[in-house]
């Protein structure tokens, strides 16, 4: 059984450009969160959702930052327009309804 | 609101046990957990603790739980080089919500 996978692993961006970060949750999980990390700082929740639900985006951006999970195909974190404050790793991670989180490896994000 | 506090930097002689301290303000927390974070890589649950509860030990790991005080420590008894890595503080209300995550303690070891 694979664990959370995210993809890609490492993104680059220009000022100015989209980032899509996705997020395969372990087979059978209906939660997704999305968590950042900020160089040398802990992970700070962004937004927790079930299959083409947001139940939580309360660490969410309000700006340029969006987030999908629907009934097919991986969970994506959107960020458009993207600023240098945007490089950080960004976790995924999945559970089973009232279960344990298990973290997918991140993706590392770097604005130019 | 919810915060969760622990030290920075631990540095430790190898042989040794590591104690990592952490506080935390919910009182609402129910779960309480001890993550492990190598560099570039993601996150490890090492272990974690029900709030009813005062202690847990598993192998090398003892997580000992202050509700009253709201602290919680992971000691790891005979550290190892493998043991170098950030360790992150974190709590949730239930398992599915959203975890508050402390900084991290970056142990150290020294030969």
């Known amino acids: 059984n694979a664990g959370v996978m995210q993809n890609p692993r490492h993104l680059v961006r220009r000022r100015g450009q989209e980032a899509r970060l996705r997020c395969s949750p372990m087979k059978g999980h209906s939660h997704v969160y999305w968590y950042r990390q900020l160089p040398e700082e802990g992970l700070k929740f962004m937004v927790y959702l079930q299959k083409e639900n947001i139940i939580d985006e309360s660490g969410m951006p309000k700006e340029r930052f969006s987030a999908e999970f629907p009934k097919e195909g991986p969970s994506i974190l959107r960020i458009q327009q993207v600023v240098r404050g945007d490089s950080a790793a960004y976790f995924c991670?999945?559970?089973?309804?009232?279960?344990?989180?298990?973290f997918g490896p991140g993706t590392r994000l770097t604005v130019l | 609101g919810e915060d969760v506090e622990q030290s920075l930097f631990l540095s430790v002689r190898e042989g040794d046990s590591s104690v990592i301290n952490c506080t935390y303000t919910?009182?609402?927390?129910?779960?309480l957990y001890w993550y492990k974070q190598e560099p570039g890589a993601g996150l490890q649950l090492l272990t974690y603790?029900?709030?009813?509860?005062d202690m847990k030990q598993d192998q090398r790991l003892t997580v000992l739980l202050n509700k009253k005080d709201k602290h919680l420590s992971l000691r790891i008894a005979d550290t190892q080089t493998g043991d170098s890595a950030i360790y992150f503080c974190a709590e949730n209300r239930n398992r599915d919500d959203k975890i508050i995550f402390g900084k991290g303690t970056r142990l150290h070891i020294l030969p």
């Open positions: 603790i029900f709030s009813n509860m």
């Open positions: 919910d009182s609402s927390s129910t779960y």
């Open positions: 991670a999945s559970s089973l309804p009232d279960n344990e989180q298990f």
